[in-house]
């Protein structure tokens, strides 16, 4: 399997346009990263996420990518950032821990684990499960769970009644009371949108000029 995924990896980075914002913003802040180890990275969890979409409709991927550019404009190092573009794949797409560890070592793989909720667990027990987890990972994997909520606090879909979105609000309540210690930048970030949870809606499109 190395070599398949070896096989993607290019040091040409500029050859994923998709890619290009967070290279940019690593270049600015970390770089001395090991580029070709997040681009491999990026292919893997771009795979793996690929069919899915956000509530949005957007690709799933446009998730890792904005959560580890968060972490990129602060700084993190390799990896971090490679465990903030992988952080979904084994919850919600089967990569096991075990390919993570071969291809991008045992911080990352670790630091995933810690980021997955445990699928054996009942619901209401597995997001504190995995924040207890997190908490025994470098305050880097903390940063990484803070990036994901400030991320993923978007206006809610138009289908959740509001015991679903004070129930969302309350867990990312419980995340930034767990982990906030580990950064204050990223604890503000979330307290704020905590705050305004939720958001007004955005404007609705224009109606269309012909009826
Ligand atoms: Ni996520």
Redesign the pocket.
């Known amino acids: 399997v190395r070599s398949r995924l070896v096989r993607f990896g290019t040091r040409n980075s500029g050859t994923t346009p998709a890619l290009e914002p967070l290279m940019q913003a690593i270049r600015t802040n970390y770089p001395k990263a090991d580029f070709s180890a997040i681009e491999q990275a990026y292919v893997v969890a771009e795979r793996a996420h690929r069919g899915q979409l956000r509530k949005s409709g957007d690709p799933y991927i446009t ?2 990518l904005a ?1 580890t550019t968060i972490l990129a404009e602060l700084g993190m190092d390799t990896t971090t950032l490679v465990a903030a573009l992988l ?2 794949t084994v ?2 797409c089967g990569v096991t821990v075990a390919t993570l560890e071969a291809h991008f070592g045992t911080g990352v793989a670790a630091g995933v684990l810690a ?1 997955s909720k445990d699928p054996a667990l009942p619901r209401d027990q597995a997001m504190p499960d995995s924040l207890r987890r997190i908490q025994l990972q470098p305050r880097e994997v903390w940063l990484v769970k803070l990036a ?1 909520r400030v ?2 606090l978007q206006p809610p879909p138009s289908h959740w009644k509001a015991a679903k979105i004070a129930a969302y609000r309350d867990e990312a309540t419980t995340i930034v009371e767990a982990l906030g210690a580990a950064s204050s930048y990223l604890e503000g970030r979330l307290r704020t949108k905590i705050a305004a949870y939720p958001p007004a809606p955005a404007p609705a499109a224009p109606a269309a000029s012909s009826t």
């Open positions: 998730h890792p959560v952080h979904d919850e919600d980021l994901d991320t993923n």
